[in-house]
T-cell receptor, first 109, second 117 residues
């Protein structure tokens, strides 16, 4: 069974600080996706990483896929209250997505 | 592009009744649709995978006779919660994967909040 361990599960920081969310597994994934979910809504795809070592940037968000394609990180620079939400990583398995437990991020003004 | 809709967005029903939730891909053909449920403050749990024109594949522990899934066309899948009970109250989310979806990307619907009284 493929599992994704996401950490931390909860994070509350002040506006302007930096943070990193980690997603780790013992399994190799063909690709890994990061989603953000607001309360009462479905997840919205932020990025897909495919190649080992790949780095993608989305404004203040930087996503990295591990060289072995078993782990990934999301780094947010100068966090803003609008970044508050549930962040989910999901690895592409043979037939389905394998989701991490999620990181509930709160940015305090 | 790649918009997925769900209907209804929320529903309240009495215990013992059945509820149908629709999932539609609005601007692409979904060869595969997935149904998830999500409890408060938790991640998504895959319930079943449905391919157009064939029977759904259910995850371990999900009762196929209770959660009926139909994927009759390339743009519509339905989930029917039969004889609903309060413990079935949850947030149900569908996603769709199309022929042209790169990297096996799934596009999620906005979710349906089910409350069983």
């Amino acid at each position: 069974t493929q599992l994704l361990e996401q950490s931390p599960q909860f994070l509350s920081i002040q506006e302007g600080e930096n943070l990193t969310v980690y997603c780790n597994s013992s399994s190799v994934f063909s690709s890994l996706q990061w989603y953000r979910q607001e309360p009462g809504e479905g997840p919205v795809l932020l990025v897909t990483v495919v190649t080992g070592g790949e780095v993608k940037k989305l404004k203040r968000l930087t996503f990295q896929f591990g060289d072995a394609r078993k782990d990934s990180s999301l780094h947010i620079t100068a966090a803003q209250p609008g970044d508050t939400g549930l962040y989910l990583c999901a690895g592409q398995g043979a037939q389905k997505l394998v989701f991490g437990q999620g990181t509930r991020l709160t940015i305090n003004p | 592009g790649a918009v997925v809709s769900q209907h209804p967005s929320w529903v309240i029903c009495k215990s013992g009744t059945s509820v149908k939730i629709e999932c539609r891909s609005l601007d692409f053909q979904a060869t595969t649709m997935f149904w998830y449920r999500q409890f408060p403050k938790q991640s998504l749990m895959l319930m079943a995978t449905s391919n157009e024109g064939s029977k759904a594949t259910y995850e371990q522990g999900v009762e196929k006779d209770k959660f009926l899934i139909n994927h009759a066309s390339l743009t519509l899948s339905t989930l029917t919660v039969t004889s609903a009970h309060p413990e079935d109250s949850s947030f149900y989310i569908c996603s769709a994967h199309g022929r042209t979806s790169g990297n096996n990307e799934q596009f999620f619907g906005p979710g349906t909040r089910l409350t069983v009284l």
